[in-house]
């Protein structure tokens, strides 16, 4: 007679309703508690934010050396927000170990081997892309704030930054997953890196017009800085298809 694990016992609605209420209570707490640190040093998080804007405002002819604010509720909204976004990453681990053990009851032993490898190997790439968009934005924006010449004058609004700043980093932390969403076609049997290869030219000009498209404001060398990296990561995902899963 076949033993039958605790992990592998089937669960009732009522059973799933309620783990998925624990769920949803400790990630809620998770995130609450990351907010209310977040809000306490929300100046020095919303200064590490500034500092590109700061720097690109230091090295121009510009009447301001910092971001300003339009409305007398940005004082308390900003750092409200900032906490908020701030809360939601702190607390992603835990939220992302609840989830894990709400839906690994329900998977194959085999894509639970596969499972914990590929949300590191994702967690890390996005945090890869944020860091790196956060490097190469001065770039971008010097060129965005300097463009008018004296023609106009620069006054950076501090809430229409964090947005462009939050965008910029959620794009290139997106679209750093292509190697997991191509190992995953290859662990499905959908592509093999021989095919990869065959159609290299065209999948790269994909990577060109994606980031020509997604990425914001309109200056040369943000698009420059994604589909770079992009083209480099397509082609690390072909070596891991030839070296690890053999496709």
């Known amino acids: 007679m076949q ?3 605790p992990s592998d016992r089937r669960m009732t609605v009522m059973e799933h309703l309620e ?7 400790v990630s809620g707490i998770a995130w609450i508690v990351c907010t209310l ?3 306490v040093f929300n100046g020095a998080i919303i200064g590490l934010l500034e500092r590109p804007l700061i720097s690109v405002l230091a090295h121009g002819h510009h009447i301001v050396g910092a971001p300003i ?23 992603l681990p835990v ?9 690994a009851p329900g998977l194959k032993r085999s894509e639970r081997r596969f499972a914990g490898p590929f949300l590191a190997s994702a967690l890390l790439l996005f945090a890869i892309g944020g860091t790196f968009a956060y490097l190469v934005m001065p770039v971008g924006l010097s060129f965005l704030a300097n ?17 462009f700043f939050t965008l910029l980093i959620v794009i290139f932390g997106v679209t750093f997953e292509l190697p997991i969403a191509v190992v995953l076609l290859g662990l499905l049997g959908i592509v093999s890196s021989a095919r990869l290869r065959r159609q290299r030219k065209a999948i790269w000009v994909g990577i060109v017009f994606v980031s020509l498209v997604v990425t914001p404001g309109a200056d040369p060398f943000t698009p420059a800085a994604l589909l770079i ?9 072909i070596l891991v298809l030839d070296g690890v899963f053999k496709r």
């Open 3 to 5: 033993n039958v694990l």
């Open 19 to 25: 783990e998925l209420r624990r769920v949803l209570i």
């Open 37 to 39: 640190l977040a809000f």
């Open 69 to 91: 604010v339009t409305s007398p509720t940005e004082g308390i909204s900003i750092p409200l927000k900032v906490a908020s976004i701030c809360g939601i990453i702190g607390a």
């Open 95 to 103: 939220i992302l170990w609840q989830l894990w053990g709400f839906i």
């Open 147 to 163: 463009f008018l010449g004296g023609n106009a004058e620069f006054l950076p609004d501090l809430n229409a930054y964090l947005s």
């Open 229 to 237: 990296p992009l083209i480099a990561l397509f082609e690390a995902s």
